[in-house]
């Protein structure tokens, strides 16, 4: 499955969600460490589902860069 992930700057790093997995983030000093933990997030978050017995919701968000004039 593919999740899309929401990842944004913060004043300190970075921060990153998936819209598709409520209560699934990270957050990292760096890009890839960011990237590295929300993965590890998904996986346990996962799991951690599935050990409670709940329905793992299909990948359903879709993400698109709009360009706009500045």
């Given at each position: 499955m593919r999740y899309a992930?929401?990842?944004e700057r913060t004043s300190t790093g970075?921060?990153?969600y998936v819209?598709?997995?409520p209560g699934c983030v990270a957050a990292?000093?760096?890009l890839?460490?960011?990237e590295t933990l929300i993965q590890e997030a998904i996986g346990l978050h996962l799991t951690g589902m599935k050990?409670?017995?709940l329905s793992i919701p299909p990948p359903a968000?879709?993400?698109?860069y709009m360009?706009?004039?500045?």
């Open positions: 992930v929401v990842i970075y921060s990153a819209p598709d997995l990292g000093s760096g890839g460490e960011v050990e409670d017995g968000s879709l993400v698109e360009e706009v004039a500045a």
